[in-house]
């Protein structure tokens, strides 16, 4: 069964840093993996998808990484902005799309 | 892209009422849906797979005869709250599932928060 941990559980740093999110998961037979960003009250917001053939996927500011035979995902958000401040959540689908494990997201906070 | 929309977007409602939430996708067609909760400060949580025309498939723990889904046609599913109660307030979330070439990819819904008073 598919176990997805992330850490830290919550994350403050200054303006203008780049940082690194982890996601680790236990079944490396994963079919994608995805992360989200959420805003407090709001719904999810899809970031990046990296399928299992796949190593990373970059978008802006952002770069996903995925390495299978490690079980880890990191997220790496370069030059961060007080308009990145979310919580992360990050999910493995195993074997199909269909069964997607939820980690339990990391609350980021730049600070200006 | 593929967009997914839930209705409506917060309700409240009394202990004992039922409440039906609706998730449709608006660009595609999904044979699949699926239905999470999330509850403050934690992640989301699978409830429930929907299959369109047939019945859904509840994850355990989760009360089939609680949380009604039916998924009557390829781009809408619904899912009823029977007798609500404040420990049913929480976020319920959608997905749909999209099938292109070979590949299965889940779109996610805005999201109904349920207020139980």
């Known amino acids: 069964k598919q176990e997805v941990t992330q850490i830290p559980a919550a994350l403050s740093v200054p303006e203008g840093e780049n940082l690194v999110l982890n996601c680790s998961f236990t079944?490396?037979?994963?079919?994608?993996l995805q992360w989200f960003r959420q805003d407090p009250g709001k719904g999810l917001t899809s970031l990046l998808l990296?399928?299992?053939?796949?190593r990373e996927q970059t978008s802006g500011r952002l770069n996903a990484s995925l390495d299978k035979s490690s079980g880890r995902s990191t997220l790496y958000i370069a030059a961060s902005q007080p308009g990145d401040s979310a919580t992360y959540l990050c999910?493995?689908?195993?074997?199909?799309?269909?069964?997607?494990?939820f980690g339990s997201g990391t609350r980021l906070s730049i600070r200006p | 892209g593929a967009v997914v929309s839930q209705h409506p977007s917060r309700v409240i409602c009394k202990s004992g009422t039922s409440v039906k939430i609706e998730c449709r996708s608006l660009?595609?067609?999904?044979?699949?849906m699926f239905w999470y909760r999330q509850f403050p400060k934690q992640s989301l949580m699978l409830m429930a797979t929907?299959?369109?025309?047939?019945?859904?498939?509840?994850e355990q723990g989760v009360e089939k005869d609680k949380f009604l889904i039916n998924h009557a046609s390829l781009t809408l599913s619904t899912l009823t709250v029977t007798s609500a109660h404040p420990e049913d307030s929480s976020f319920y979330i959608c997905?749909?599932?999209?099938?292109?070439?070979?590949?299965?990819?889940?779109?996610f819904g805005p999201g109904t928060r349920l207020l139980v008073l």
């Open positions: 997905s749909a599932q999209r099938l292109a070439g070979e590949i299965e990819t889940q779109y």
């Open positions: 079944d490396s037979a994963i079919y994608n």
């Open positions: 990296i399928q299992s053939s796949q």
């Open positions: 999910a493995g689908a195993s074997s199909s799309a269909s069964k997607i494990i």
């Open positions: 660009d595609f067609q999904a044979t699949t």
């Open positions: 929907s299959n369109e025309g047939s019945k859904a498939t509840y």
